[in-house]
């Protein structure tokens, strides 16, 4: 079956095509053409609005009321779903620092809940966010569970499931560079993150394999004292390191829209990603009583102003972000290009995971997971390997 998407603004990494049809076959782009479509079986009309890839999300813990460390499959399908809507259709479930029994439960659910996606996001791969990070940047981590990185528990953990994809460490533990070389020959993504290591030895972890850096100025260090001399921390050090890629929650909360503005002004455009980093408030009402973390061990929190905060509002309890509003924030507040907000929620996530041969970008041969939205980024069509899935 053929479809045809007419009448919209195609937004591509570098530019905006205007008056061209996207033709689908078979959950693929087949091909880019001027005007409209003649033989198509089926066309969606974009009534002038913006033709984006779909969003991928490397980093959410959940949403729409379920984390996915609730200990089901049904929970995981259900946060993915949420998240849909929102204009995802690609997705990395985050888990967090755990027992080791919650964590190989979670490898459980993973794998049934990838047999039982229907008509959802495409699963990307898991994002191990810990447990091995600094207790000085933990940060809602439960220190109850950190560890440092010794080669029989991580390998026992990177050994009980094929579908991580990336993962989260403080590279200045003991261990850590060792974890970094593995994680490198296993073909899995290496992040620093809840770390406090100064520039010296994120040097030496970038060349151990860490490219990448979990939530930008969320749990990490920064310029500092040490004996009279400063240092440069983990920030200073991800705009130093060329071709180091970040990534921020772009909430416009956990970041001023300033801060934002800086960090483009900073960094290449093509190493900065957007993330959700949500929890399972996640697009639910202003107001909404929600636990931070799993049902079992969850800490109650309260959606105010657009952020998750404890009850008595004296700090966040995590992000209730989604995907169309980290866009409309770069867009809107940090005044961003649009088609610059849009890659760095689309091409640039997949080349960091390197997945940048089949999705994130507009062009024949790429898998069809497409969003159509206006210029408000209020999503209007979701379509994942060619089916409209929302609304």
């Known amino acids: 079956m053929k479809a045809a998407i007419v009448n919209g603004v195609l937004i591509t990494p570098h530019r905006m095509v205007e008056g061209a049809s996207l033709v689908l076959k078979d959950g693929m782009i087949e091909e880019i053409v001027k005007g409209n479509v003649q033989d198509a079986d089926r066309v969606i009309d974009a ?58 439960a979670f490898f459980d659910c993973y794998r049934k ?39 029989d528990d991580y390998r026992a953990i990177l050994s009980a499931s094929d579908d991580i994809i990336r993962m989260s460490v403080a590279p200045e533990l003991p261990g850590g560079m060792e974890l970094g070389r593995e994680l490198r020959a296993r073909g899995i993504l290496a992040a620093i993150g809840h770390s406090d290591a100064v520039y010296e030895t994120v040097v030496r972890a970038w060349e151990q394999g860490y490219t990448h850096v979990t939530h930008l100025y969320s749990g990490m ?38 801060l934002l503005q800086l960090i483009v ?31 079992a061990h969850g800490q109650e929190c309260i959606i105010d102003n657009g952020v998750a905060v404890l009850p008595d509002r004296s700090a966040f309890a995590g992000s209730v972000c989604t995907a169309d509003r980290c866009v409309r924030t770069m867009y809107k507040l940090a005044k961003v290009k649009l088609e610059d907000a849009v890659r760095m929620m689309t091409s640039n996530p997949a080349r960091i995971l390197g997945l940048e041969k089949t999705k994130g970008t507009l062009a024949p041969g790429m898998d069809a997971d497409i969003v159509i939205f206006n210029d408000n980024v209020e999503i209007r069509n979701v379509i994942v390997s060619g089916r409209v899935l929302f609304p």
């Not at 995981?76 to 849909?84: N, R």
């Not at 191990?128 to 569970?145: H, M, T």
């Open 265 to 295: 002004k900073l960094k290449p455009v093509e190493d900065i990603c957007l993330v959700t980093d949500s929890m399972r408030g996640a697009g639910m009402p202003e107001g909404s009583r929600v636990l931070l973390g799993s049902v």
């Open 47 to 104: 009534q002038g609005n913006y033709v984006s890839p779909g969003f991928i999300d490397i980093h959410t813990h959940g949403g729409g009321g379920h984390d996915f460390m609730d200990g089901t499959a049904e929970a995981i399908v259900s946060a993915c779903k949420a998240h849909l809507a929102h204009g995802t259709t690609s997705i990395c479930p985050t888990t967090l620092t755990c027992p080791d029994e919650e964590l190989f």
């Open 221 to 258: 260090s920064t310029i500092r004292r040490i004996n009279a001399f400063r240092h440069l921390g983990v920030i200073e050090s991800s705009y130093l390191i060329d071709g180091m890629t970040v990534e921020i929650i772009a909430d416009g909360r956990h970041l001023p829209p300033e």
């Open 113 to 151: 809940a990838a047999k039982e996606m229907k008509d959802g996001p495409n699963l990307l791969g898991i994002h191990l966010e810990g447990p091995y990070f600094s207790l000085e940047q933990k940060g809602a981590q439960d220190p109850n569970y950190l560890k440092v990185p010794a080669e």
